[in-house]
């Protein structure tokens, strides 16, 4: 009997939704199709979920799900390690009702996690390998710095609007944000010096952003000439319009090219599909979905622009389609075709061809 009560559980599967905040997870677990029971755990620790399992359903097939958000993957990471399949969805991936809706609680979250994971209805998101998230984590924070540089640039800019400032002929030409444009705005005269404290305290903002993107400039530099990525960032700049910077975005967004089935899967991660709208028979695409890896589809339409210029069948195409739509939407599309190019010489391992 003792034997019997220890392995009944071996060929059940055991589905648990976890609702993840960072004070306290919800834990729903379903026996099958039967409703188990729901679980407050405070302060979080996958340890007590794998003690839950391990006690109440001793050799049991465990699958535990969770949203993708703040918490990142470790809790993926413990979970797998411990040998329970566990499976990070987007939260624009689950499918929701009304109902579901408008009963939305941490609780019901939690059970429809479940609910719909027993169903098999949740697709997983691909998880980084650790050191990939980590280099991950470098270039999205340069990302992030240049962003907060911007802010501050346009801050400078209305500031200097807003008393009626200029700067002579370098305020016309303020994009390059050069030296001598610097230098021009710390001779500005205020009233107050509290008026002349605030563009000083924005201009040395300026000046640490720089700074800081530069040191990490140097880090990824550093990184693209290891043996991780140098080979593939030597095909990848052979792409018109892909640089060193873009080509390691590309390289630690993406991971393995290979993971993708087809350039339509390649390019629904990415982001370069239209949106669509049904209505009964009728189906309206609009423009792209805002869904997508932002920085990958950035990098991607930047790089077309150029591209469109430098080889001519993408040139010969562009100049084709916007004699039906306009040059943002045909760059678009010409965006796709230089994705499934990528792809492609990322696959075959050969550099990028230009048509002359």
């Known amino acids: 009997m003792e034997e019997f009560s220890k392995n009944y559980f071996s060929e059940i599967d055991i589905f648990i939704g976890l609702d993840v905040h960072k004070k306290s997870w919800d834990a729903s677990i379903y026996v099958e199709k039967t409703f188990f029971k729901s679980i407050s755990i405070s302060p979080p620790s996958t340890k007590i979920i794998i003690d839950i399992l391990h006690k109440n359903f001793p050799l049991g097939k465990y699958h535990v799900v969770y949203e993708a958000g703040f918490s990142g993957y470790w809790i993926y990471d413990q979970l797998t390690e411990a040998g329970i399949d566990c499976v990070v969805v987007s939260p624009a991936d689950i499918p929701m009702s009304n109902k579901d809706k408008k009963f939305k609680t941490d609780r019901n979250d939690s059970k429809q996690l479940a609910q719909k994971l027993r169903a098999g209805l949740l697709e997983g998101i691909y998880i980084p390998e650790k050191i990939q998230r980590e280099h991950r984590v470098l270039l999205r924070l340069r990302d992030k710095l240049v962003r907060d540089r911007t802010r501050s640039k346009n801050y400078i800019k209305s500031n200097l609007m807003f008393f009626g400032k200029t700067i002579g002929i370098d ?99 990415v982001g370069l599909i239209p949106q669509e709208h049904s209505s009964g028979e009728k189906e309206i695409k609009t423009g792209i979905t805002r869904r997508g890896n932002k920085f990958l589809k950035k990098i991607i339409i930047e790089a077309s622009w150029i591209a469109r210029r430098k080889d001519k069948t993408l040139l010969s195409r562009y100049t084709k389609l916007t004699k039906r739509m306009r040059g943002s939407k045909a760059i678009i599309i010409i965006a796709g075709i230089l994705l499934n190019r990528i792809r492609s010489i990322m696959r075959t391992r050969e550099q990028y061809k230009i048509a002359a």
């Open 171 to 269: 305020y016309v030409d303020n994009k390059s944000w050069s030296t001598k444009f610097i230098q021009g705005l710390s001779r500005i005269e205020y009233l107050t010096t509290q008026g002349k404290d605030v563009i000083e305290k924005l201009i040395k903002m300026i000046k640490v952003y720089n700074e800081e993107i530069k040191k990490i400039d140097k880090k990824i530099l550093e990184l693209s000439k290891t043996e991780q990525y140098k080979q593939d960032v030597k095909i990848l700049i052979s792409v018109p319009g892909i640089s060193i910077l873009s080509a390691m975005t590309i390289l630690i967004e993406i991971g393995n090219f290979s993971r993708f089935e087809d350039t339509n899967k390649l390019k629904s991660y």
